[in-house]
Protein backbone atom coordinates (compact mmCIF):
# COMPACT_ATOMS: atom_id res chain seq x y z
CA UNK A 1 0.00 0.00 0.00
CA UNK A 2 2.95 2.66 1.03
CA UNK A 3 4.31 1.87 -1.98
CA UNK A 4 1.29 2.73 -3.68
CA UNK A 5 0.91 6.06 -2.25
CA UNK A 6 4.27 7.17 -2.81
CA UNK A 7 4.05 6.51 -6.73
CA UNK A 8 0.68 8.35 -6.61
CA UNK A 9 2.75 11.49 -4.92
CA UNK A 10 5.83 11.27 -7.75
CA UNK A 11 2.88 10.68 -10.64
CA UNK A 12 0.54 13.88 -9.47
CA UNK A 13 3.54 15.90 -8.12
CA UNK A 14 3.69 18.11 -11.54
CA UNK A 15 -0.07 19.41 -11.24
CA UNK A 16 1.82 21.94 -8.60
CA UNK A 17 2.43 24.23 -11.21
CA UNK A 18 -1.32 24.42 -12.15
CA UNK A 19 -2.14 25.30 -8.73
CA UNK A 20 -1.90 28.50 -6.39
CA UNK A 21 -1.46 28.89 -2.52
CA UNK A 22 -4.22 30.32 -0.72
CA UNK A 23 -3.42 34.02 -0.07
CA UNK A 24 -6.12 35.83 1.02
CA UNK A 25 -6.02 34.47 4.68
CA UNK A 26 -2.32 36.28 4.69
CA UNK A 27 -1.30 33.45 7.41
CA UNK A 28 -1.81 30.57 4.24
CA UNK A 29 0.28 32.43 1.67
CA UNK A 30 3.60 30.53 3.43
CA UNK A 31 2.37 27.33 2.80
CA UNK A 32 4.76 24.93 0.51
CA UNK A 33 2.90 23.66 -2.38
CA UNK A 34 5.46 21.10 -2.83
CA UNK A 35 4.80 19.45 0.00
CA UNK A 36 2.09 16.59 -0.32
CA UNK A 37 1.07 13.77 1.91
CA UNK A 38 -1.57 11.24 2.46
CA UNK A 39 -2.36 8.89 4.97
CA UNK A 40 -5.09 6.05 4.75
CA UNK A 41 -6.59 4.20 7.66
CA UNK A 42 -8.59 0.87 7.79
CA UNK A 43 -11.60 -0.46 9.95
CA UNK A 44 -8.90 -2.56 11.67
CA UNK A 45 -6.74 0.77 12.76
CA UNK A 46 -4.01 0.08 10.55
CA UNK A 47 -2.13 2.97 8.92
CA UNK A 48 -0.17 3.63 5.80
CA UNK A 49 1.24 6.33 4.72
CA UNK A 50 3.41 8.50 1.77
CA UNK A 51 4.78 11.69 1.52
CA UNK A 52 4.61 14.47 3.39
CA UNK A 53 1.80 12.78 5.80
CA UNK A 54 3.04 14.42 9.21
CA UNK A 55 2.93 17.79 7.92
CA UNK A 56 1.24 20.22 10.60
CA UNK A 57 -1.67 22.59 8.48
CA UNK A 58 -4.99 24.19 9.43
CA UNK A 59 -8.00 22.16 8.88
CA UNK A 60 -10.50 25.07 7.60
CA UNK A 61 -13.42 23.92 5.52
CA UNK A 62 -12.91 20.24 6.59
CA UNK A 63 -14.11 21.64 9.75
CA UNK A 64 -17.80 21.81 8.12
CA UNK A 65 -18.06 18.04 8.71
CA UNK A 66 -17.89 17.88 12.17
CA UNK A 67 -19.71 21.34 13.29
CA UNK A 68 -22.73 20.05 10.70
CA UNK A 69 -22.57 16.97 13.01
CA UNK A 70 -22.01 18.81 16.39
CA UNK A 71 -25.44 20.80 15.02
CA UNK A 72 -27.33 17.56 14.32
CA UNK A 73 -26.25 16.30 17.73
CA UNK A 74 -27.26 19.11 19.63
CA UNK A 75 -30.37 20.15 17.73
CA UNK A 76 -31.94 17.65 15.62
CA UNK A 77 -31.66 17.02 11.86
CA UNK A 78 -35.20 19.07 11.24
CA UNK A 79 -33.53 21.87 13.85
CA UNK A 80 -30.67 22.36 11.48
CA UNK A 81 -32.00 21.76 8.02
CA UNK A 82 -34.83 24.53 8.37
CA UNK A 83 -32.38 26.98 8.90
CA UNK A 84 -30.09 25.20 5.68
CA UNK A 85 -30.84 23.44 3.03
CA UNK A 86 -28.67 19.83 1.38
CA UNK A 87 -28.54 20.66 -2.02
CA UNK A 88 -25.42 20.82 -4.33
CA UNK A 89 -24.78 24.79 -5.42
CA UNK A 90 -22.82 26.16 -8.31
CA UNK A 91 -22.06 28.97 -6.32
CA UNK A 92 -18.36 29.06 -4.74
CA UNK A 93 -17.71 28.55 -1.22
CA UNK A 94 -17.91 32.08 0.02
CA UNK A 95 -20.25 33.27 -2.05
CA UNK A 96 -23.08 35.24 -0.60
CA UNK A 97 -25.24 36.40 -4.00
CA UNK A 98 -28.11 33.70 -3.75
CA UNK A 99 -28.27 33.81 0.10
CA UNK A 100 -29.25 37.99 -0.88
CA UNK A 101 -32.00 37.01 -4.00
CA UNK A 102 -35.43 37.61 -2.77
CA UNK A 103 -35.89 33.78 -2.88
CA UNK A 104 -32.27 32.82 -1.39
CA UNK A 105 -34.28 31.62 1.90
CA UNK A 106 -31.34 29.64 3.33
CA UNK A 107 -27.98 28.52 2.24
CA UNK A 108 -27.72 25.83 -0.09
CA UNK A 109 -25.54 23.08 2.17
CA UNK A 110 -23.48 23.11 5.45
CA UNK A 111 -20.68 22.92 2.91
CA UNK A 112 -20.30 26.49 1.77
CA UNK A 113 -19.49 29.37 4.34
CA UNK A 114 -22.89 30.47 4.74
CA UNK A 115 -24.42 27.76 5.87
CA UNK A 116 -21.65 26.43 8.36
CA UNK A 117 -21.75 29.52 10.01
CA UNK A 118 -25.46 28.51 10.02
CA UNK A 119 -24.44 25.13 11.75
CA UNK A 120 -21.59 26.34 14.46
CA UNK A 121 -24.42 28.83 15.77
CA UNK A 122 -26.60 25.93 16.04
CA UNK A 123 -23.63 23.98 18.03
CA UNK A 124 -24.67 24.04 21.65
CA UNK A 125 -22.95 26.70 24.03
CA UNK A 126 -21.60 30.31 24.53
CA UNK A 127 -18.17 31.61 23.91
CA UNK A 128 -15.18 29.78 24.41
CA UNK A 129 -17.51 26.72 25.13
CA UNK A 130 -18.74 26.27 21.98
CA UNK A 131 -15.41 26.60 20.60
CA UNK A 132 -14.27 24.18 23.21
CA UNK A 133 -17.10 21.76 22.26
CA UNK A 134 -15.85 21.35 18.71
CA UNK A 135 -11.97 21.00 19.84
CA UNK A 136 -12.72 18.13 22.28
CA UNK A 137 -14.50 16.68 19.87
CA UNK A 138 -12.01 16.54 17.49
CA UNK A 139 -9.44 15.41 19.71
CA UNK A 140 -11.55 12.46 21.25
CA UNK A 141 -12.46 11.35 17.50
CA UNK A 142 -8.33 11.71 16.51
CA UNK A 143 -6.95 10.07 20.34
CA UNK A 144 -5.07 13.05 20.50
CA UNK A 145 -4.97 15.62 23.44
CA UNK A 146 -2.30 17.83 22.04
CA UNK A 147 -3.87 18.78 18.84
CA UNK A 148 -4.84 23.11 19.63
CA UNK A 149 -5.74 25.43 17.10
CA UNK A 150 -3.08 27.92 15.18
CA UNK A 151 -3.41 31.40 16.93
CA UNK A 152 -1.69 33.06 13.62
CA UNK A 153 -4.27 31.66 11.64
CA UNK A 154 -7.43 32.50 13.73
CA UNK A 155 -6.10 35.91 14.01
CA UNK A 156 -5.02 36.19 10.55
CA UNK A 157 -8.58 34.88 9.27
CA UNK A 158 -10.22 36.79 12.07
CA UNK A 159 -8.39 40.10 10.95
CA UNK A 160 -9.47 39.88 7.28
CA UNK A 161 -12.87 38.35 7.28
CA UNK A 162 -15.04 41.06 6.19
CA UNK A 163 -16.64 38.73 3.54
CA UNK A 164 -17.76 36.05 6.12
CA UNK A 165 -18.89 39.04 8.47
CA UNK A 166 -21.13 40.31 5.26
CA UNK A 167 -22.51 36.77 5.24
CA UNK A 168 -23.16 36.71 8.49
CA UNK A 169 -25.35 40.11 8.80
CA UNK A 170 -27.38 38.70 6.00
CA UNK A 171 -27.82 35.66 8.01
CA UNK A 172 -29.21 37.70 11.07
CA UNK A 173 -31.26 39.51 9.00
CA UNK A 174 -33.09 36.78 7.90
CA UNK A 175 -33.16 35.29 11.47
CA UNK A 176 -30.86 32.31 10.42
CA UNK A 177 -28.64 33.11 13.18
CA UNK A 178 -29.52 34.45 16.85
CA UNK A 179 -26.42 34.93 18.56
CA UNK A 180 -24.16 37.65 18.86
CA UNK A 181 -22.17 38.16 15.09
CA UNK A 182 -18.73 37.98 16.55
CA UNK A 183 -19.32 35.13 18.96
CA UNK A 184 -20.08 32.65 16.68
CA UNK A 185 -17.34 34.02 13.97
CA UNK A 186 -15.22 33.67 16.30
CA UNK A 187 -15.91 29.95 17.09
CA UNK A 188 -16.10 29.43 13.19
CA UNK A 189 -12.65 31.14 12.91
CA UNK A 190 -11.09 28.91 15.57
CA UNK A 191 -12.65 25.79 14.03
CA UNK A 192 -10.98 26.30 11.24
CA UNK A 193 -7.92 27.05 12.78
CA UNK A 194 -7.31 23.73 14.64
CA UNK A 195 -3.96 21.92 13.29
CA UNK A 196 -4.20 18.69 12.17
CA UNK A 197 -2.18 16.54 9.97
CA UNK A 198 -3.21 13.62 6.96
CA UNK A 199 -2.84 10.63 9.64
CA UNK A 200 -5.28 12.60 11.79
CA UNK A 201 -7.85 13.56 8.73
CA UNK A 202 -7.64 9.61 8.31
CA UNK A 203 -8.75 9.25 11.61
CA UNK A 204 -11.67 11.78 11.14
CA UNK A 205 -12.51 9.60 7.85
CA UNK A 206 -12.21 5.86 9.50
CA UNK A 207 -14.57 7.37 12.42
CA UNK A 208 -17.01 8.19 9.61
CA UNK A 209 -16.64 4.79 7.68
CA UNK A 210 -17.28 2.70 10.76
CA UNK A 211 -20.40 4.03 11.54
CA UNK A 212 -19.31 6.88 14.15
CA UNK A 213 -17.22 5.05 15.85
CA UNK A 214 -13.67 5.90 17.30
CA UNK A 215 -10.54 4.23 15.82
CA UNK A 216 -9.58 1.82 18.20
CA UNK A 217 -11.90 2.02 20.94
CA UNK A 218 -14.96 1.46 19.22
CA UNK A 219 -16.66 3.65 21.16
CA UNK A 220 -19.82 5.62 19.48
CA UNK A 221 -19.78 9.02 19.80
CA UNK A 222 -23.29 9.76 17.96
CA UNK A 223 -26.19 7.73 16.04
CA UNK A 224 -24.86 6.25 12.95
CA UNK A 225 -27.60 7.65 10.91
CA UNK A 226 -26.11 11.32 11.65
CA UNK A 227 -22.81 10.21 10.07
CA UNK A 228 -24.50 8.32 7.06
CA UNK A 229 -25.74 12.13 6.60
CA UNK A 230 -23.23 13.76 6.78
CA UNK A 231 -21.25 11.71 4.44
CA UNK A 232 -24.09 11.59 1.92
CA UNK A 233 -23.85 15.91 1.88
CA UNK A 234 -19.79 15.43 1.63
CA UNK A 235 -20.95 13.13 -1.67
CA UNK A 236 -22.83 15.85 -3.06
CA UNK A 237 -21.57 19.12 -1.76
CA UNK A 238 -17.81 18.35 -0.28
CA UNK A 239 -15.61 19.69 -3.12
CA UNK A 240 -18.09 23.24 -3.89
CA UNK A 241 -19.08 24.08 -6.99
CA UNK A 242 -16.81 20.78 -8.41
CA UNK A 243 -18.55 18.33 -6.80
CA UNK A 244 -20.22 16.35 -9.31
CA UNK A 245 -17.54 15.89 -11.38
CA UNK A 246 -15.83 14.80 -8.83
CA UNK A 247 -17.83 12.91 -7.76
CA UNK A 248 -17.89 11.07 -11.11
CA UNK A 249 -14.20 10.65 -11.49
CA UNK A 250 -13.77 9.99 -7.92
CA UNK A 251 -16.46 8.79 -6.02
CA UNK A 252 -14.88 9.20 -2.49
CA UNK A 253 -17.07 11.01 -0.13
CA UNK A 254 -14.88 14.30 0.30
CA UNK A 255 -14.13 17.39 1.99
CA UNK A 256 -11.91 19.81 1.26
CA UNK A 257 -10.00 23.00 3.02
CA UNK A 258 -8.35 25.75 1.39
CA UNK A 259 -5.04 25.29 2.99
CA UNK A 260 -4.52 21.97 0.80
CA UNK A 261 -6.32 18.78 2.30
CA UNK A 262 -8.77 16.72 1.39
CA UNK A 263 -10.78 14.39 3.74
CA UNK A 264 -11.80 10.93 2.56
CA UNK A 265 -14.16 8.56 3.50
CA UNK A 266 -15.11 4.84 1.89
CA UNK A 267 -17.85 3.33 4.21
CA UNK A 268 -16.89 0.37 5.63
CA UNK A 269 -13.52 0.55 4.61
CA UNK A 270 -10.87 3.86 4.43
CA UNK A 271 -10.47 7.28 6.21
CA UNK A 272 -8.86 9.08 3.62
CA UNK A 273 -6.45 12.27 4.37
CA UNK A 274 -4.66 13.86 1.97
CA UNK A 275 -2.20 17.37 1.62
CA UNK A 276 -0.92 19.56 -1.04
CA UNK A 277 -1.90 23.31 -0.49
CA UNK A 278 -1.63 24.05 -4.04
CA UNK A 279 -5.19 24.74 -5.15
CA UNK A 280 -7.48 24.55 -7.89
CA UNK A 281 -9.85 27.54 -9.20
CA UNK A 282 -12.32 25.88 -6.74
CA UNK A 283 -10.56 25.60 -3.53
CA UNK A 284 -9.54 22.09 -3.78
CA UNK A 285 -6.13 20.86 -3.67
CA UNK A 286 -5.18 19.78 -7.39
CA UNK A 287 -2.82 17.58 -6.20
CA UNK A 288 -4.90 15.82 -3.51
CA UNK A 289 -7.80 15.46 -6.28
CA UNK A 290 -5.21 13.82 -8.70
CA UNK A 291 -4.10 11.52 -6.29
CA UNK A 292 -7.31 10.79 -5.15
CA UNK A 293 -8.54 10.01 -8.51
CA UNK A 294 -5.62 7.74 -8.72
CA UNK A 295 -6.54 5.82 -5.60
CA UNK A 296 -9.84 5.08 -6.84
CA UNK A 297 -8.95 4.35 -9.96
CA UNK A 298 -6.29 1.62 -8.87
CA UNK A 299 -8.29 0.27 -5.57
CA UNK A 300 -11.81 0.51 -7.21
CA UNK A 301 -12.90 2.90 -4.55
CA UNK A 302 -16.04 4.88 -6.17
CA UNK A 303 -19.01 4.24 -3.97
CA UNK A 304 -20.70 4.32 -7.27
CA UNK A 305 -19.12 0.91 -8.92
CA UNK A 306 -21.21 -1.70 -9.52
CA UNK A 307 -20.38 -4.70 -7.71
CA UNK A 308 -19.93 -8.36 -10.10
CA UNK A 309 -23.67 -9.08 -9.86
CA UNK A 310 -24.16 -6.04 -11.76
CA UNK A 311 -25.56 -4.04 -8.07
CA UNK A 312 -24.54 -1.02 -6.24
CA UNK A 313 -23.09 -1.12 -3.29
CA UNK A 314 -21.51 1.84 -1.05
CA UNK A 315 -19.21 -0.47 0.84
CA UNK A 316 -16.57 -1.94 -1.68
Known amino acids: MEKLLNRLIKENEYLVQYGKVADYIPALK ?32 ISKVLSLMLAVMDKGEEGVFKKVDMEPTDESFNSLYKLDLPYGEKPSNPMINSGAIVTTSLIDGRGE ?37 AIAHILKNKKLIEEDIEDILDAYFKQCSIEVDCIDLAKIGIFFANGCKIPNTGEALCDEEIGTLVTAIMTTCGMYDFSGEYAAKVGIPSKSGVS ?19 LDKHGNSIVGY ?4 GLSKELGLSIFKSNTEGRFSCVI
Open 129 to 165: EKFNRFLEIVRKITQDDNIIYNKEVYISEKETGDKNR
Open 260 to 278: GGILGIVPGRFGIGVYGPA
Open 290 to 293: GILK
Open 30 to 61: NANPNEIGICIMDVEGNLYSGGDYNKKFTIQS
